[in-house]
Nanobody, 120 residues
């Protein structure tokens, strides 16, 4: 199994910036796509962004131009750079990673979530 550890959430003012990190661990596991979802209180979890192992990226329309997803394959770590944040970006952010084990088992692991609060 691949384990994910998130960090970087917190309180930020509207218009400010925040950087989330998601580190994956798992000996000899291949990490494929990685991404972020978020869930605000009383709402369903929604896709935010993802990045393939080759660097192809997708974004939720409302975060395009403000958020940037990236990854360091050597470190098995993914980042979400959040700029010009808005109150509606407030949510718990969950990272995920799709993986393949040494015996060709595939799966998806999730991080524990990190809370982002955008408020003045």
């Amino acid at each position: 199994q691949v384990q994910l550890v998130e960090s970087g959430g917190g309180l930020v003012q509207p218009g400010g910036s925040l950087r989330l990190s998601c580190a994956a661990s798992g000996t000899n596991f291949r990490i494929d796509a990685m991404g972020w979802y978020r869930q605000a209180p009383g709402q369903q979890r929604e896709f935010v962004a993802d990045v393939s192992a080759g660097g192809l990226r997708n974004y939720l329309d409302s975060v395009k131009g403000r958020f940037t997803i990236s990854r360091d394959n050597a470190k098995n770590t993914m980042y979400l750079e959040m700029n010009s944040v808005k109150p509606e970006d407030s949510a718990i952010y969950y990272c995920y990673a799709d993986w393949m084990s040494p015996v060709a088992e595939v799966g998806r692991s999730w991080g524990q979530g990190t809370q982002v609060i955008v408020s003045s």
